[in-house]
Structures are given as structure tokens and as C-alpha cells.
């Protein structure tokens, strides 16, 4: 019998997990407030850290107690109110975000930049809209924007806020790729206005009011993408309700853009995935819609209308879904995004069913007696994973076909587009049964 004793096998850690463990523990030891208990426990915890890195097992050893500090609403500091600092309320915002803002810049290149304690980190308000949610936050005596997706942190440079008698009224932040602001506005100033202008590059002009944040920050929902774009800011005089425009030939960008929460792409390879990517991009290139969080969608339904050409495709990711039809105001291809309906949820079962879009019908693509204007193949939508069998009715009882795939579905007529009296989606109605054939909802498609 050998006891001799050998270590295993030695193996390399990718770079990346290498240096978040190594910031991970300058970080601790950096901060002269960390006070672990126990004598010596600080520099064993370093120690212990560094000496797994070297014999490459993917573990971070980290402080329970401090962990916990930073997790602790009773031992959150509240910076003293100097400066120019508005008011604000640290319980608006959620905590699992300012969290996200936190790690994320604590991993950055410009981590020290920020303050490391996670005490330091307040959270104001926060909106949800567009696929991001954006926060407000005080960081020490500074203040900076959040903006958040499904896989990615963005934030500003921190900036001293605007004294009450300081000349100028505001300052942006950042405006991130998606095309979302942030400003440092000083207190007392009133309606202030971002401006998205792509009309030269064949696109639109989209004005905004940023919301109010607390803490002198305004955060702007991402309308249209930036980039190449004519951007001002304009702040409106009382007295003249004129506007004062600043324009910015340079955007400041984020200072921190870290993936801190990466998922794996929907699949383009199918004709459902590439007619899928094909939409996006034209969302994205010729209109300037971000379509944030596109990149996860998965392919559902799709079908083609073979006697003209015309096709649509579903996608989906969680409760965010997509139909991609024709639109004949714009003569081509656009997408519809649905972001805010009923959940699809199992325990749902009353509404399993959840209408997107209708799907608008090419005119010029019909022989020149058949024409219509306003006509219509059928509905789009997305159906609760339970739901494995699905028929829609119109309203004039006739069925329609139904293809359903992957959480997603279309349902058309089987014979000529359709007015819109005949398509009335209000009074259009479905079944929806599980795989066992029980119905688990049944009703109008669009709830009254």
C-alpha cells in the first residue's frame, strides 16, 4: 500500500475567472473597515483564495460576515445630505439590482472608480420599460446611472451632483448603446427633454422626458439606438416654454459594460431562426430599434403563405414575445414586440393563451381583382408550456389552422386574407388542452 501523498493534476483557470477571484480578494483586503472576527482571519481568507487559485479549482473563498454586512438593510450607512443631493428613498429601488450594479462595477477595469463597500451603493427609484430597467444611485457623496438587461450592466461615470447655485443645469452621464440616458440634473429645474434624431438616416426623431430618479438623477427610456444619430438635450424656460437645446456631438459613454449574467442565443439556423435574424435586423438598421435582449429569442411558430411569398415567425424568450409579419404602412417587414402581457405561467391556468399581433396581409402580392386594403392572415401569439394542443375559431365560427411551437403560436385562414370583420380578433376564440387532452382554457383571445 502507497500512502505517499501527491497533489492532483495541476489545471489552468480561464484568465477571466482568474481576475474576478484576484479582485475579489484585493478587494477585501483593501477595505480597512472589513474587520473579520477571529485574529488573523483576514489574511487566511487572502491566503486561502490565492493558494486555490494556484491549484486551479474554481472556488472563491469569501467572508460569510462580511457578505452578510453588505446583504444587511439594518447595516446600510446612510451618506450625510451635503452637496447638491435631492431627495430620496433607498426602499424604492430593489436591492437584487443595486447588487447587480455593485458586483458588476466591482469587476471592471474602472473598478476603482466606484466605492467598494456595498453599503456606500443606494438605490432610488427605478423604471422598467424598452427590456432594460434603469436605477438612480448615490454612491458616497456621488451619484451615477444603472441600466440593466437580461445579460448586461451598464453604468456612468460617477459625478458630483449639481449644487443649487451651480450655473449649469444639468450634465448627461451616459447614454448607453442601447439608447438609454442618464443625467445629472440640479434641483429646481423643470422639464428637461432627450432627443433621438435618425430622420437623416431614413429613421425617425423620438423626444423623451427622463424620470425621475431621485438623488438629481434622470434616467430615458432606449427608444432608438444612437449611434449615427443627431443627439440634444433641451431644458424648458418657465417663463417662455422654449426649450434651450444642448447638442452632443460626443455621447459619454458607459464607463462600466460588463456581461454579468450571460445565456446562451437562440439558434439561427433553421428558416424560422434565420427569418427571425432577418427581422431584427431590420428593426435594428433601417428603424434604430434597440429589440434589447433579442439575441435570446427562440424561434417558434413559423409559417409561409407559398401563393404570394409572404412568411411570419414567432419568437420568445420568458414573457417577452415577438411577431415578425408584414406591415403595409411600411412596406416591408416589422416587428412587434410584446413585453407587457398576461404571464405564461403553469400556475396560470385561466389565461394560458396570450395574443401578440395580427398579421397584416401584402395587397400587392394578390392578383390586382383580388385587392383589398386592411386584410388580414390570421393572429400571433405565445401559449403556456402545459398547453399542447390549441384550435382558434373566428368570430363567424369558422377554424382557423393553428401551428404551434415552442411556447409560440400562428393561427390563419386557410382560404384568402380577410377583412377585418371577418377577423374581428376581439370576438375571436380559443381552446387551449394539455397533453392529456384536458382543457385547461378556453375564451375570448383578448380578455374583456
Not at 17 to 29: G, L
Not at 333 to 344: A, F, K, T
Request: hydrophobic share 40%.
Amino acid at each position: 500500500m502507497d500512502d505517499k501523498f501527491e497533489l492532483p493534476p495541476r489545471r489552468e483557470l480561464p484568465e477571466d475567472i482568474k481576475d474576478r477571484m484576484r479582485a475579489t480578494v484585493r478587494m477585501r483586503m483593501d477595505d480597512p473597515e472589513f474587520e473579520p472576527q477571529g485574529r488573523g482571519r483576514r489574511f487566511l481568507a487572502a491566503a486561502a483564495a490565492i493558494m486555490v487559485v494556484a491549484v486551479g479549482a474554481a472556488v472563491v473563498v469569501q467572508s460569510a460576515q462580511d457578505e452578510g454586512t453588505a446583504n444587511d438593510p439594518g447595516a446600510t450607512t446612510t451618506p450625510s445630505a451635503s452637496g447638491g443631493f435631492q431627495a430620496g428613498n433607498q426602499a424604492t429601488a430593489d436591492r437584487a439590482l443595486v447588487d447587480r450594479c455593485w458586483r458588476a462595477a466591482m469587476l471592471s477595469p474602472q473598478a476603482e472608480k466606484y466605492p467598494r463597500r456595498r453599503e456606500e451603493w443606494m438605490g432610488g427609484r427605478q423604471m422598467t420599460w424598452s427590456g432594460v430597467r434603469q436605477i438612480g444611485l448615490r454612491l458616497g457623496q456621488q451619484i451615477a446611472g444603472c441600466e440593466l438587461s437580461e445579460t448586461t450592466v451598464w453604468i456612468s461615470e460617477p459625478q458630483t451632483p449639481l449644487a443649487p447655485e451651480d450655473p449649469t443645469q444639468f450634465k448627461m452621464m451616459m447614454m448607453t448603446p442601447n439608447g438609454g440616458s442618464a443625467l445629472n440634473v440640479r434641483a429646481g429645474v423643470g422639464k428637461v427633454v432627450v432627443g433621438v434624431d435618425q430622420s437623416a438616416r431614413g429613421g425617425e426623431k423620438s423626444a423623451l422626458e427622463p424620470y425621475d430618479m431621485f438623488y438629481g438623477v434622470r434616467t430615458g427610456e432606449p427608444r432608438q439606438l444612437p449611434g449615427g444619430a443627431k443627439v440634444h438635450v433641451g431644458v424648458e424656460d418657465p417663463a417662455t416654454r422654449k426649450f434651450r437645446d444642448v447638442i452632443y456631438a460626443q455621447l459619454p459613454a458607459p464607463m462600466v459594460t460588463v456581461v454579468d449574467q450571460p445565456q446562451p442565443p437562440g439558434e439561427r439556423t433553421s428558416p424560422a431562426g434565420k427569418k427571425l435574424a432577418e427581422c431584427v435586423e431590420t428593426e435594428r438598421t433601417k428603424y434604430f430599434r434597440p429589440v434589447v435582449n433579442a439575441e435570446l429569442l427562440v424561434p417558434g411558430a413559423y409559417a409561409e403563405f407559398p401563393a404570394t411569398g409572404q412568411w411570419t415567425v414567432v419568437g420568445r424568450h420568458q414573457e417577452m414575445v415577438v411577431a415578425c409579419a408584414w406591415n403595409q404602412a411600411s412596406g416591408s417587414y416589422r416587428m412587434e414586440v410584446d413585453r407587457w402581457g398576461l404571464p405564461l405561467i403553469p400556475e396560470d391556468a385561466a389565461r394560458p393563451v396570450r395574443y401578440t399581433d395580427a398579421i397584416p396581409f401584402d395587397e400587392l402580392r394578390l392578383p390586382e381583382r383580388d385587392r383589398r386594403k386592411d386584410r388580414f392572415a390570421g393572429f400571433a401569439g405565445a401559449a403556456a408550456e402545459q398547453v399542447a394542443e390549441l384550435s382558434l375559431t373566428q368570430p363567424n365560427g369558422t377554424p382557423m389552422r393553428v401551428i404551434l411551437a415552442k411556447g409560440t403560436f400562428i393561427a390563419y385562414v386557410t382560404g384568402p386574407p380577410q377583412g377585418h370583420d371577418q377577423m374581428d380578433i376581439d370576438l375571436a376564440t380559443y381552446v387551449a388542452k394539455d397533453a392529456k387532452g384536458k382543457v385547461i382554457g378556453s375564451g375570448r383571445l383578448v380578455p374583456q
